[in-house]
DNA sequence: TCAAAACTATTGGTGAGTATAACGATTTGG
DNA sequence: CCAAATCGTTATACTCACCAATAGTTTTGA
């Protein structure tokens, strides 16, 4: 079937270790599929989750540090605040410190949107967990904090990653 | 900080448990943006890649298996297949079966090009794999597997996925 | 002190990627 | 033989990420 004497070597490694970045990515727009599914009934999308969701984490942020929290164009984030803004779940103010920045924070009923929106995301990683024991979930979980902490964590990323 | 009873217990699991989507997420944006560059020296895409890595794995497949295995619209395979075959590494051919059917299959040209990919994907996959031992990668790939099957596998996905 | 440079958020425009709808060509079933 | 379904294709619209440019603010340096 094949003339050349090094390929074939090469492909059959390359098929069991290169599957691994396609996988992800498959898995990832599986995952994003399921997580809209289940936050379109609360009107939020996948970003304005993880706004919430950052900001819950980490406190209050300037929009800057949001940006490269969640790896968000900073362009992008201006509209996506404007509509959490506009529905009262977070708030812009200026820092009085730098009055260049806006200093972003998470009002109460913006805290009671995120848990809403929290077990809704649970439940759709539920079903995108189902296979592996609870072990092995927290196994996964390890190795991904680890590979994301390294490839793209919040420190040490030579290049705009 | 918060005068709800039930939420506070919630948002913690959720920080806890709702992070694996999310992190998956993150991770094969930058899995995509490295494999990308990779193959860019290569002139092309990532869609191509796997496109080829597929045909390669699964034999001679027809547009619509293609479509569903790759998650690929069929409207959007058109033009990726048309790049391919004007590059000679693919060739198109009426299913004598069925003269709707085009039998979409890896010419030579391809499959050496998918060689020298394969290892541009290795050497991307790599770093996102570096914090990992050889175990934990085999159980990482596992993990990936299982989910991948279980969530938009090839059978049994009742919705679109 | 004051002008120049740097920083923050914002706007608008461009391109890639993805989804929907409609259209010929072909097959299938009544 | 004709209606319905299927496969690939085309055209189109929509979302999102990125780049360049701008206004307001702060810092720097002569």
């Known amino acids: 079937m094949n003339a050349m004497a090094s390929a074939p070597t090469a492909a059959e490694a390359a098929s ?92 109460p009923a913006g805290l009671e949107r995120l848990a809403t929106a929290q077990r809704a995301a649970i439940e759709a990683e539920r079903e995108l967990l189902a296979p592996l024991s609870a072990k092995e979930r927290g196994e996964l979980l390890s190795y991904l904090r680890r590979m994301a902490a390294s490839s793209c964590g919040m420190r040490g990323c030579a290049p705009k990653c």
Request: charge should be positive; proline fraction near 3%.
């Open 16 to 107: 069991a270790e290169a599957a691994c970045g396609l996988l992800i990515m498959r898995l990832a727009r599986a995952s994003g599929r399921r997580l809209a599914a289940s936050l379109e009934s609360l009107g939020m999308t996948g970003h304005e989750f993880a706004v919430l969701h950052l900001l819950h984490d980490s406190g209050p942020l300037s929009q800057q540090q949001l940006s490269q929290g969640l790896r968000i164009h900073p362009s992008n984030l201006v509209g996506l605040l404007d509509a959490l803004e506009a529905d009262g779940l977070l708030a812009r103010t200026r820092d009085p410190a730098d009055r260049r920045r806006h200093i972003v924070a998470v009002t």
